[in-house]
T-cell receptor, first 113, second 111 residues
């Protein structure tokens, strides 16, 4: 099956800085990748759909200027949290769809101090 | 629209107890159903899946049967272990590449 690699697994950054999270599809080409955010003890909330070669589609309430998504190739999507603030601290996870099955990255624990 | 309703936790069981985590779904069409497990500090791992009605998914002693008549996909294990302590998510995937998660159920197994 597909393997999805997400990096970094943990990151601590200062308020006001930007953090980039990478999601790589290792086994097959993915024209679409999905980014989720998970608050403590809650389920995963879809943030945006990353489309290779075009603009990402953001869910309602997600600031596209704050969460920049780039899907420059069929195997890589990046999520950049710009001007991070403590309220952006969360667990971010990407998904690659292979047929009817979803494959998830390992997740990134972001802590903004 | 499609959705998943999952039994709320947290659930605390003694080792070797029987586990059931309820999951029901609402969907148009014929979705696939999944259970994912998330261990502390880690991402989601596929535990088991079923792609059509009456299919039974099973893995590591866990089982779930896709029941269309009751729109359910309950997770069961006959004898839980401490290492099963995690958060379990029921999920639905439809043909439109959309994925819907339940709220997750935290399981703690005590020795």
């Amino acid at each position: 099956g597909a393997v999805v690699s997400q990096h970094p697994s943990r990151v601590i950054c200062k308020s006001g800085t930007s953090v980039k999270i990478e999601c790589r599809s290792l086994d097959f080409q993915a024209t679409t990748m999905f980014w989720y955010r998970q608050f403590p003890k809650q389920s995963l909330m879809l943030m945006a759909t990353s489309n290779e070669g075009s603009k990402a589609t953001y869910e309602q309430g997600v600031e596209k200027d704050k969460f920049l998504i780039n899907h420059a190739s069929l195997t890589l999507s990046t999520l950049t949290v710009t001007s991070a603030h403590p309220e952006d601290s969360s667990f971010y996870i990407c998904r690659v769809q292979g047929g009817t099955e979803a494959f998830f990255g390992q997740g990134t624990r972001l802590t903004v101090v | 629209g499609d959705s998943v309703t999952q039994m709320e936790g947290p659930v605390t069981l003694s080792e070797e107890a029987f586990l059931t985590i309820n999951c029901t779904y609402t969907a148009t069409g014929y979705p696939s159903l999944f259970w994912y497990v998330q261990y502390p500090g880690e991402g989601l791992q596929l535990l088991l899946k079923a792609t059509k009605a009456d299919d039974k998914g099973s893995n590591k002693g866990f089982e779930a049967t896709y029941r269309k008549e009751t729109t359910s996909f309950h997770l069961e294990k006959g004898s839980v272990q401490v290492s099963d302590s995690a958060v379990y998510f029921c999920a639905l995937g439809n043909t439109g590449n959309q994925f819907y998660f339940g709220t997750g159920t935290s399981l703690t197994v005590i020795p």
